[in-house]
């Protein structure tokens, strides 16, 4: 065979393999964001069908029509679903936010060195399918945001009534927070990362039940 014809051949099968790798990805981020979107009109349509009376009695928390495109229970579902799949997540893909997924999230920032915002959004969802482009930062760079701190707060006031650590419940993930974390990890044969996770919540709860 020809050089040139067989370095053709090459090329051509380099670009068909791209396509179709692209194409793959494409179709997986069309099929999560679509499921998102049909649940969020499925909800809407039963909206439609209540009666005038009907509506009131629905506060702003419980209908999709009032909710945030954050909160809305498709956009949760779908990255609940591949939370789980990524082994950051182990509940239940039911809609709904909990301190579970935004440790979950947090987990899935801290990996990916990304601001911590334990915060459900379409551009957290792209991102976990399609992968960050955000430059890797140091730890100690990272911004915190408030619903984050929340989770830290309730997993500093766990840590100090397992007494894993005397630490106050300042939203901050300092020093003595990821020691004790990471001591708490030890204790329990989980692999000492000194971050939030889905399983070190779990683990506390558990713990901090049995001792109540």
């Known amino acids: 065979m020809n050089l040139a014809v067989f370095k053709l051949s090459i090329y051509f099968c380099f670009c068909m393999s791209l396509g179709v790798f692209i194409n793959t990805l494409i179709l997986q981020d069309s099929r999560t964001v679509t499921l998102w979107s049909n649940d969020v009109k499925k909800n809407q349509n039963s909206d439609n069908r209540l009666t005038g009376g009907d509506l009131t009695k629905f506060t702003n928390r419980n209908n999709p029509r009032f909710l945030k495109p954050e909160e809305s229970p498709g956009l949760i579902r779908a990255v609940q679903r591949e939370l789980r799949e990524t082994n950051y997540y182990g509940g239940q893909l039911d809609g709904s936010i909990s301190m579970y997924i ?3 999230i947090m987990d899935y920032e801290a990996v990916n060195h990304l601001p911590l915002t334990g915060e459900v959004s379409e551009k957290l969802l792209r991102t976990i399918l399609l992968g960050s482009p955000l430059e890797t930062r140091p ?13 830290v707060r309730y997993v500093q006031k766990l840590l100090k009534q397992t007494k894993f650590g005397d630490l106050l419940n300042s939203g901050r993930l300092d020093a003595l927070t990821i020691n004790a974390i990471k001591k708490f990890e030890i204790q329990q044969k989980l692999p000492p990362k000194g971050r939030i996770t889905y399983n070190l919540l779990l683990r506390l709860e558990n713990l901090a039940r049995s001792e109540g």
Do not use: W
């Open 102 to 104: 935004r440790a979950a």
């Open 139 to 151: 730890a100690y760079q990272i911004h915190v945001s408030s619903k984050a701190q929340s989770v």
